[in-house]
């Protein structure tokens, strides 16, 4: 594995921390592993939900915390590499790059969704931009869609995983479809497919494998399969630098692999949690009442929802893990300690 460039910078170590919303990926977890040579990320994902004004307007308050949240990153890491991971699903998707970019993010990293104009919204700035895809489908989708639209390609390219956590990129069927070995052929083929445009605009596009990435056994099977380095979650939220409440890690700690599920999040899209008894309530086909909505997602009826996720990942950050949705990795039960982001990094390139 070669380090990463982004921008000017480089990396010490191929790793991108991912963003984890809400709350659990903010400016001290960011600033630390930018701190150690890796890439620091940043969760915009209701970031705004300790400001007093979030339940009156969640916009300005998540708004105000994205520039508050680098600047916490900076004091940490002045010259490492740190950006935002920024939800195409998300309502405000658009005023949250925009104000990532004001705020001085190195790089923009864009899931839930195809970020179609994640080009337009950073023209001019230095930032780069990476979207997230699962498929060599969605790869060939977004990358013809930008190089088409905006003359241009990605600065680099991320490859989430059936292991990941939270919302993933597939169906529930094509989660149970896929094994191992068929999904290390995917992510060969969408290698391939990113190479395409790296030759055709005559610049490297390094490719990033995420989701199930635990350990050093893990990132070396990556790195036979040609990626250019790792982005791991899961692994971060067990360190003392994470953002997230103390028992919010406990939890992932205490969890056995029995109790990390598939899941329904609100808005249909299937997600990977720790099953507790909000996620029991919710599967057993009941309904948690709720905040007044506090507008996270582009596609969501309030009035429908059989629970709010924004409620619900609110109460997990601060701690209150009965009530909270524990979204995770699948391997999230290999946690046994906390640990800090440098014994995590230095684990994972041993």
């Not at 919010?248 to 609100?266: C, L």
């Not at 309030?302 to 009530?323: F, H, M, Q, W």
Request: glycine share 10%.
């Amino acid at each position: 594995m070669k380090n990463l460039k982004i921008g000017e910078k480089l990396t010490r170590f191929p790793v991108i921390q991912g963003g984890m919303g809400v709350g659990v990926s903010l400016g001290r977890l960011a600033g630390t592993v930018a701190k150690e040579g890796g890439v620091g990320i940043i969760s915009t994902a209701q970031i705004g939900y300790r400001e007093k004004d979030f339940d009156q307007d969640p916009a300005a308050a998540n708004i105000r915390a994205i520039a508050d949240e680098m600047k916490k990153a900076r004091e940490i890491s002045s010259e490492g590499i740190i950006g935002y991971n920024i939800m195409t699903a998300l309502k405000e998707h658009a005023a949250h790059v925009k104000a990532a970019v004001k705020a001085g993010a190195d790089l923009i990293i864009s899931g839930a969704g195809l970020p179609t104009d994640l080009p337009a919204l950073t023209e001019g700035s230095d930032t780069k931009i990476a979207p997230i895809v699962s498929t060599e489908k969605s790869a060939n989708v977004i990358l013809k869609y930008w190089d088409r639209k905006y003359k241009r390609t990605a600065d680099l390219v991320v490859i989430e995983g059936p292991e990941a956590g939270g919302h993933l990129g597939f169906k529930v069927e094509e989660l149970s479809a896929y094994t191992e070995e068929s999904y290390d052929l995917e992510i060969m083929k969408i290698i391939r497919a990113v190479r395409t445009y790296a030759e055709k605009y005559g610049k490297e596009i390094p490719v990033v494998v995420a989701g199930g990435i635990y350990d050093s056994r893990d990132v070396r099977k990556v790195m036979a399969l040609g990626a250019d380095g790792v982005q791991v979650a899961t692994r971060f939220v067990t360190t003392e630098e994470c953002d997230a409440d103390i028992r919010y890690k406990e939890a992932y700690i205490q969890a056995s692999q029995e109790d990390i599920r598939i899941v329904k999040s609100p808005v249909g899209m299937p997600g990977r949690a720790i099953m507790n008894p909000l996620m029991e309530t919710v599967m057993e086909g009941g309904r948690i009442p709720h905040s007044p909505c506090h507008r996270c997602l582009a596609k969501c009826s309030p009035s429908e929802i059989p629970y709010c996720i924004t409620d619900s990942l609110i109460e997990a950050v601060r701690g209150n893990i009965e009530k909270g949705l524990l979204f995770c990795g699948a391997k999230a039960w290999k946690a046994e300690r906390i640990e800090t982001v440098r014994e995590v990094v230095q684990a994972l390139f041993a």
